[in-house]
């Protein structure tokens, strides 16, 4: 089926530093989505994207987020500067349409010291 | 208020019965995904279900818009079913997605 890759699979950084994780949404799909799961807890969405722009975004989206698809390449998520309590496991999703299944990536383990 | 409950929080049975995972919403539903987390974190959709019964191998999808509820039937279950089942809500309006806090599924041999 289709597959949504997620780079790197794991990344440790110190706190402050900047992070970039990126996401290689299935190739048709217009839709696309990160979600944060801290260990042991809830998946929780943060941000969904369409067309270039943010559709909408979370409490958990800080403003030390961003997100951007630059010219169809990876679909990313920059954390800039890094606290500890960003250290989660981030799933991008995406999906052809906004009333489809989402397909999941799966996932990229940030732990920031 | 949390959108999406189920329960049980967690199961454990024997290879061969029958599971029964429940996800009842407070909120107006546009659609139900159920998922699989792999004991990795990865996640596989299992259904996409907006209303009615789906069918997929073992298991079965029945949500009810009326009564705010989905379910996950898994049937004479093996112990490669072990792991977490989330299901989440999906709203058209807004594009978003409420996850449930899962159901944590042990199948013992």
């Known amino acids: 089926g289709p597959k949504v890759l997620q780079i790197p699979s794991h990344q440790i950084i110190d706190m402050g530093q900047m992070v970039t994780l990126n996401c290689d949404p299935v190739?048709?799909?217009?839709?696309f989505y990160w979600y944060k799961q801290i260990l042991g807890q809830q998946m929780e969405f943060l941000v969904n994207f369409y067309n270039g722009k943010v559709m909408e975004k979370s409490k958990l989206f800080k403003d030390q987020f961003s997100v951007e698809r630059p010219d169809g390449s990876y679909f990313t998520l920059k954390i800039q500067p890094t606290a500890l309590e960003d250290s989660a496991v981030y799933f991008c999703?995406?999906?052809?349409?906004?009333?489809?299944?989402?397909?999941f990536g799966p996932g990229t383990r940030l732990l920031v010291l | 208020g949390q959108q999406v409950q189920q329960s049980p929080a967690s199961l454990v049975l024997q290879e061969g019965e029958n599971a029964e995972l429940q996800c009842n919403f407070s909120?107006?539903?546009?659609?139900m995904q159920w998922f699989y987390q792999r004991p990795g974190g990865s996640l596989v959709s299992l259904f996409y279900?907006?209303?009615g019964t789906k069918h997929s191998g073992r298991l079965t999808s029945t949500t009810v818009i009326k009564e705010r509820r989905s379910s996950l039937h898994i049937s004479s279950s093996q112990t490669t079913d072990s792991g977490t089942y989330l299901c989440a809500l999906e709203r058209y309006s807004n594009n978003r997605i409420f996850f449930g806090d899962g159901t944590q599924l042990v199948v013992k041999p």
């Open positions: 279900n907006p209303s």
């Open positions: 999703a995406s999906s052809p349409l906004n009333q489809d299944t989402q397909y």
């Open positions: 190739s048709n799909h217009l839709y």
């Open positions: 909120t107006s539903l546009n659609s």
